[in-house]
């Protein structure tokens, strides 16, 4: 028996990254939709519409109607909440991220999977790519890996790069991302998280798969540490928004330094063991940092500064260096 058709509006929140858009909309053309009737929406959170003469040049090229707002006040909170604004008259709601490409079953198998486990949100792993094989000591600490749930675990939060969202749920709830976390990322566990707490479903679809691209800038050592301390504090201004007391600042406080003196005292044994220990190590430290920061009432905003956006393709930026070869390929559901 056939189902019906499920209407969806996929989502891309863009900030100064034209290259990015432009792969991710050609992807899009290249679902596989049996089930599914779905058009993409833009939000472009810069004032100056960057994103404007991309979606313009793409338009014409694609089998998918597309639309474009532009959220100008600053802010990942304020550019997701415009897209919900915008879409909630479909069934369901899917985020993409604009440095991300989707495999052609990616829409799909989120939707089967909402109907297989009657979920509320279905969350799908974002899997990286290199332009070029990473470093070892990248690949053996696993520092751009993601958990990956079997498809219907049932989990507590999800992430806007990869999701589908009931739109019965968001009206019912009325529950919309937190402008607290516009500029230091987070919002989408803390909008996900509070999802949970209302009753909604949050299920896993291991085979929705969408790729991310990690750009060169990203594969240092200061990178994946500073993220760190981007989560820690994140996830400390989390606690202290459901429990904002001075018994929770002292916990965090006590929390931050201990993960501090931790991860420095391995660091000293960290040398022999190789650079991805080390690295590992100073997360711990960073994190910490992080949650120290959050204890005393102080945010780290990492997403003042516009992305890096080359314009290369993974394959393409490898073309560059002879003897290489792209370290991910494209599997068959």
């Avoid at 792969?23 to 089930?35: A, G, I, N, P, V």
């Avoid at 470093?135 to 520092?143: A, L, Q, Y």
């Avoid at 594969?219 to 400390?236: E, F, K, P, T, Y």
Wanted: aromatic share 6%; with cysteine.
């Amino acid at each position: 028996m056939k189902h019906s058709i499920t209407k969806t509006a996929v989502c891309v929140a863009t900030f100064k990254r034209p290259a990015g858009l432009r792969e991710l909309l050609s992807s899009l053309d290249r679902l596989r939709c049996e089930d599914v009737e779905f058009y993409v929406l833009v939000v472009d959170n810069d004032v100056l519409e960057s994103g404007r003469s991309v979606v313009n040049e793409i338009a014409p090229m694609v089998s998918y109607r597309t639309a474009y707002v532009v959220a100008p006040e600053r802010g990942l909170s304020y550019a997701r909440n415009a897209a919900l604004d915008n879409a909630l008259e479909t069934d369901t709601i899917a985020f993409i991220d604009d440095d991300e490409v989707a495999h052609p079953g990616w829409l799909d198998q989120l939707v089967l999977t909402r109907r297989l486990y009657a979920a509320d949100v279905v969350t799908g792993p974002v899997i990286s790519q290199f332009s070029c094989p990473p470093p070892d000591w990248v690949v053996k600490g696993g520092f751009f890996d993601r958990p990956r749930p079997a498809s219907g675990s049932r989990l507590s939060e999800a992430r806007t790069g990869n999701v589908l969202i009931s739109s019965a749920s968001l009206k019912n709830t009325g529950i919309r991302f937190d402008p607290q976390f516009n500029l230091s990322g987070g919002e989408d566990a803390d909008f996900f998280r509070r999802l949970n707490a209302a009753g909604m479903k949050i299920v896993a679809a291991d085979s929705a798969i969408v790729y991310e691209t990690v750009p060169v800038s990203r594969i240092s050592a200061c990178w994946v540490s500073l993220r760190a301390l981007r989560i820690g504090n994140s996830d400390g201004h989390q606690v202290l928004k459901r429990s904002p007391s001075v018994r929770t600042r002292m916990a965090l406080l006590a929390s931050g330094v201990a993960r501090m003196v931790f991860g420095a005292a391995l660091s000293v044994a960290s040398p022999p063991f190789g650079k991805h220990v080390l690295v590992r190590n100073a997360q711990r430290m960073c994190r910490g940092v992080g949650t120290m920061m959050a204890s005393l009432g102080m945010h780290y905003n990492p997403y003042n500064r516009a992305p890096i956006d080359t314009g290369l393709t993974p394959r393409s930026t490898c073309a560059t260096n002879p003897g290489t070869k792209p370290s991910m390929s494209v599997p068959t559901l």
